[in-house]
């Protein structure tokens, strides 16, 4: 069983900036960043397999970056020029599968979630 902790999140102005990190118990493939705004339905933010590839939606591309410490299974997302529409629980998800640009924001996919951390951007 993989464990997964956030931290990081909170509130900040537009055009701000916020980092969130995930520590897992143990090493997996493919992690990833999802988020649930109030009323809709979670989304696949980004995902980074152990060797570095990454995938972005269309929504985050040149904004957010996420990064991955293999020495200390640990993901980050660096979120810059933060919008209202960002508000969310963003959630880190892990699993052994690679991270493909076909599946990587496919929920069900992913065997880990961590509990959600709160974002919430003002404007």
């Known amino acids: 069983q993989v464990q997964l902790v956030e931290s990081g999140g909170g509130s900040v102005q537009s055009g701000g900036s916020l980092r969130l990190s995930c520590s897992a118990s143990?090493?997996?493939?493919?992690k990833a960043w999802f988020r649930q705004a109030p009323g809709k339905e979670r989304e696949g933010v980004a995902a980074?397999?152990?060797?570095?590839?990454?995938n972005y939606a269309d929504s985050v591309k040149d904004r957010f970056t996420i990064s991955l410490d293999n020495t200390k299974n640990t993901v980050y997302l660096q979120m810059n020029s933060l919008k209202p529409e960002d508000t969310a629980m963003y959630y880190c998800?892990?699993?052994?599968?690679?991270?493909?640009?076909?599946?990587?924001?496919?929920?069900?996919?992913?065997?880990?979630w961590g509990q959600g951390i709160l974002v919430t951007v003002s404007s």
């Open positions: 998800a892990a699993r052994y599968l690679y991270c493909s640009a076909s599946s990587w924001s496919s929920r069900p996919s992913f065997n880990y």
């Open positions: 143990q090493y997996t493939t493919c």
């Open positions: 980074i397999n152990s060797a570095g590839k990454t």
